[in-house]
Structures are given as C-alpha cells and as structure tokens.
C-alpha cells in the first residue's frame, strides 16, 4: 500500500469555525509533512513531523495547529482562519528525513468564506 | 526561497522526446536532485532522483553533468497525459526539506 489518505476532500469553513484535516498513511513512514499550495502556486512547506515529533515549523501562523497522535496519522487543526487561507492542504510522507522520496496524498481543497 | 531555476512553460506534441532542463547553481555536496511531477488538483508525485550521471527507471531518464550545476529531466515519446507540472529540487541533508520553485507546465497537444 504506497497511498496517503486525506480527508476531507474539500472543505468549507467560516472564519469562526474550528476545523481539523486529517492524513493517513500505513506505509511505516516516520516522516510526514504538511504543505499549502494556493492555485497556479508550488506548494510551501508547513510542517515536518519526524517520529511522530514536531521537527519543522516554517513560521506558520498560531491559527494552523499540527499535531502527530501515532506514526500513522497526522492532523491539521485550524482555527479563526482567513480567506487568504483558502487553498489546496497536502499531507505527504516518506521512510525517514533525507532524500527519501515523498508520497503526496490528493489534498484537501478548502475554502475559507 | 526556490534553490532551482527552470523554464516556465514547455509545449510538445504527442510521440515527442521532451527534455525539460533544470539550473543548480548552488547545489551543496550532499544533494540529490529530484524530480516531481503534478497533474491539477493532485499532490505531486516522485519520478526520478539521481546524484551525478545517468539514471533512467520505466518513466523517465535524468541527466546529470560531473558539475553537477544543470540536470535535465528526458521523457520519451510524450502522451496528451504527460501535460502537468514538473518541478526540479534538491534534496537531502537531515531535513528533507521540499522547496519547491516555480515548475515547468508542459503542455502536450495532439
């Protein structure tokens, strides 16, 4: 099984809502990343999370809140978000940190109103 | 900040050899340089990696010189299903860190 899961597809939230997205993976990964990736953009790395710890945080902002229950699943809390927020969320994986190829999921598209 | 520079646009036809070609102008030692692709609304997906000079797997063929400062992604005979996103990176190091730069949309016509 090489597929990383996400849920939900798409998701539209009020700025006052809370709202979690959540990414699987059961390939014994130790590493997992959240990127964004708003339209016609690259993506830009969030988070990095090795061992199920909080290695990486590029200066996201307080209102995005990862968090790694077990080395399968990774999830994203959001929270009081923006409209420029709306974009495509992508969990991806790989064996370990280094030049380990990453195995993307399909995103979460999700529309901040 | 990206650390690859690459074209923006490509345009090929069908049964077209498409060698996309890519800058490392500052590549460190212990770098990879790899290769992803990305269709619209889907996360990338790996295709090539390589260190220094040939490598070739079912999909691609990646062409690294002994300065290591260009590496050029071949795909033979492109199909209408080939048009995406390709990106350049380096990678390696103890982060893993993916930065992406702007990728080349190819787009293949009939």
């Known amino acids: 099984d090489t597929e990383v899961t996400q849920t939900p597809k798409h998701l539209v939230m009020g700025m006052t809502n809370k709202k979690s997205l959540k990414c699987e993976q059961h390939?014994?990964?130790?590493?997992m990343y959240w990127y964004k990736q708003k339209a016609k953009k690259p993506p830009e790395l969030m988070f990095v999370y090795s061992y199920e710890k909080l290695s990486i945080n590029e200066s996201v902002p307080s209102r995005f809140s990862p968090e790694c229950p077990n080395s399968s699943l990774l999830n994203l809390h959001l929270h009081a978000l923006q409209p420029e927020d709306s974009a495509l969320y992508l969990c991806a994986s790989s064996q370990d940190r280094g030049r380990y190829e990453q195995y993307f999921g399909p995103g979460t598209r999700l529309t901040v109103t | 900040l990206a650390k690859t520079t690459q074209p923006i646009s490509m345009d090929s036809y069908e049964g077209q050899e498409v060698n996309i070609t890519c800058s490392h102008n500052n590549i460190a030692t212990n770098d990879y340089i790899t290769w992803y692709q990305q269709f619209p609304s889907q996360g990338p997906r790996f295709i090539i990696q390589g260190y220094k000079t040939k490598v070739t797997n079912e999909v691609a063929s990646l062409f690294i010189p002994a300065d290591r400062k260009s590496s050029t992604l071949s795909l033979p005979r492109v199909s209408l299903s080939d048009t995406a996103v390709y990106y350049c990176?380096?990678?390696?190091?103890?982060?893993?860190?993916?930065?992406f730069g702007t990728g080349t949309l190819l787009a293949v016509q009939p």
């Open positions: 390939m014994g990964h130790r590493a």
């Open positions: 990176l380096e990678t390696g190091g103890a982060t893993n860190k993916l930065i």
